[in-house]
């Protein structure tokens, strides 16, 4: 299982990362054996086998539709790294 | 050449939920910033959502009411990307087996009906809210509130079956009131609660394949909806026209300038890399659970309208009209059982009522007249103890206070003079002050009559019975 300079780049893109090009193929090999350990699961005959959504045999896990007290504004804001005006100030993105 | 348009419309409702989908904040609109928040809607790691049953009875109603097939099993995926809105960076939704699919609606647009198809109907939570300081452009900041993050979202996506902006239109106003009836959400546009992205694109007609295809975004109102896609498919038209290439992208409505104007190019943005949510079991949904909710389902826009056209002879127009949403029709209803013609009722509604709630920009839930002295003042009407014209005052008045008519006209003295002693009096008064005008009429001008009408209406502040003042003043003329 290999994986191409362009795949490494294009999911570098979807997670925000900057990569230089020396870690662009270095990423591609890291990667390219984790798909290659993964593709192992593609050996087992699978045939009549149903996909699995969840690994625990649970449906319907459901909460009333009960309203609870929020949160502290202050104690949830206490984190962000900028706070004005009760809200989370974040660069502008338009 | 001539081109036919294809349009797809996604809308997203917010449920009408206590709480939230995934947790028990409040779901209230309008709250201060970040005061409906908790862990769990602000993703901080390590929480566990957990699903409101009331969101699945809700999304389940609104797929009866869409005439869905419901699932007998679904999940929630997570979907990928960055936003600041998004805290989590991902969106539970539900990727490939939504809780409704393959159900339609039906519409009709200048008197043509047709069946508009809904492929699918989905469950997702709201993102946050980015507010933006002072101008978009003078500012390198903004401004996160999550109170809208973990609203329950029903995603409603047609097929691309729509053909005008008037049919899309047509489709949202048909599709808003099925909801508002199912009682799931209250599609308020301009709060956000009923939200519409329009899928878009022309080609020549005859043609089998789409032609390429815009997405636009920020429709807040039916009239953005009709507007917006006007001016896309004008700009595709003339795009092809002139030989250039259209880009699939997206694209957002300005309303202050009328015009769409380009958001992103699809291409990279659409890799959401979905897969399903670990932390939230599957749903398997009993054929009973769906059959109890289907008896609990009140009556629809469509059985109203046939009931009300059958029980007071309404026009198929008018009836339409009041089953545009529950509330309207509740009013009707409740006017029809202290008075007995339906149509008079439709008439006061669609006229004067919708005029002065139009003027004030109200929904009928704001109006502060009663169904029960809307039907008293026709009720006074037909005992001729007011006129027409003088019913039109009182009704502004019962607009403004929200007062009984009989209150109002015993108040400011309105009551209309039908004794015929008292109307004789002034007829007689009037027939002796204006020797010219009784000269004349008994000279065959028959107009004369008018003015001393108007005479007689003016010696009573417009409160005469005018069809007694007519009978009256005749019988002293020929006398």
């Known amino acids: ?94 | 050449m001539n081109f036919e348009t294809v349009i797809g419309l996604e809308i997203h409702v917010e449920l009408k939920t206590r709480s939230k989908i995934f947790c028990s904040c409040s779901n209230e609109f309008g709250a201060e910033p970040n005061t409906n928040v908790c862990p769990i809607c602000s993703g901080f790691p390590g929480m566990l959502p957990v699903l409101n049953q009331q969101v699945v009875e809700y999304a389940i109603k609104a797929g009866l009411a869409l005439n869905c097939e419901i699932a007998d099993y679904c999940k929630f995926d997570r979907k990928n990307y960055f936003y600041p809105d998004l805290p989590k960076a991902y969106q539970i939704s539900q990727f490939d087996l939504p809780i409704c699919k393959k159900g339609y609606l039906d519409i009709e647009v200048d008197g043509v009906k047709k069946r508009i198809g809904i492929t699918r109907a989905h469950l997702e939570e709201d993102a946050g809210k980015l507010v933006h300081q002072g101008t978009i452009s003078s500012t390198p900041f903004s401004l996160v509130d999550l109170n809208r993050s973990g609203v329950p979202l029903l995603e409603i996506v047609s097929e691309p079956d729509l053909r005008s902006s008037k049919e899309a239109r047509a489709y949202m106003e048909k599709l808003r009131s099925l909801l508002l009836f199912a009682g799931v959400s209250d599609c308020k546009m301009e709060e956000g609660s009923l939200r519409c992205d329009a899928n878009v694109s022309v080609r020549p007609y005859g043609q089998k394949t789409l032609g390429t295809r815009t997405e636009i975004k920020n429709l807040n109102s039916f009239r953005a909806v009709e507007k917006a896609i006007d001016f896309e498919v004008q700009r595709h038209i003339e795009a092809i026209e002139d030989g250039e290439e259209l880009i699939q992208e997206t694209r957002t409505w300005e309303e202050d300038q009328q015009i769409t104007r380009s958001m992103r190019s699809k291409e990279e943005a659409h890799d959401y890399r979905y897969f399903p949510d670990p932390d939230l079991p599957p749903l398997r949904i009993s054929r009973e659970w769906v059959n109890d909710l289907r008896l609990s389902m009140p009556e629809m826009p469509e059985q109203a309208r046939e009931r009300i056209m059958d029980q007071f002879g309404l026009s198929a127009y008018d009836a339409g009209l009041l089953t545009l949403s529950p509330d309207l029709l509740a009013f009707f209803d409740e006017c029809t059982h202290y008075y007995h013609d339906g149509k008079i009722i439709a008439n006061w509604m669609m006229g004067e009522m919708s005029k002065l709630l139009n003027q004030k920009n109200l929904d009928i839930g704001q109006c502060r007249i009663r169904p029960a002295h809307m039907a008293e003042m026709l009720n006074l009407i037909d005992q001729g103890r007011i006129s027409g014209k003088m019913a039109k005052e009182v009704f502004q008045v019962m607009f403004d206070t929200g007062s009984s008519p009989e209150a109002i006209i015993k108040e400011r003295g309105m009551e209309q003079i039908s004794d015929e002693a008292t109307l004789e009096k002034i007829i007689l008064e009037v027939i002796a002050n204006n020797p010219g005008a009784v000269e004349d009429y008994r000279n065959g001008k028959k107009k004369a009559t008018g003015f001393l009408v108007g005479q007689v209406m003016q010696a009573t502040r417009g409160q005469a019975n005018p069809a007694l003042v007519n009978q009256i003043l005749a019988r002293k003329l020929n006398s």
């Open chain 1, 1 to 94: 299982m290999t994986i191409s300079i362009k795949e490494v780049e294009h999911v570098a893109v979807l997670a925000r990362l900057q990569l230089k090009e020396n870690e662009k193929e270095k990423y591609a090999r890291h990667m390219g054996s984790v798909l290659q350990y993964v593709d192992k699961l593609n050996q087992l005959d699978t045939e009549g086998v149903e996909p699995l959504d969840h690994i625990l045999p649970v449906f319907n896990v459901f909460r009333e539709d009960q309203v609870k007290p929020a949160s502290n504004r202050e104690e949830i804001l206490a984190n962000a790294p900028l706070v004005e005006a009760g809200q989370y100030k974040v660069p502008k993105i338009i």
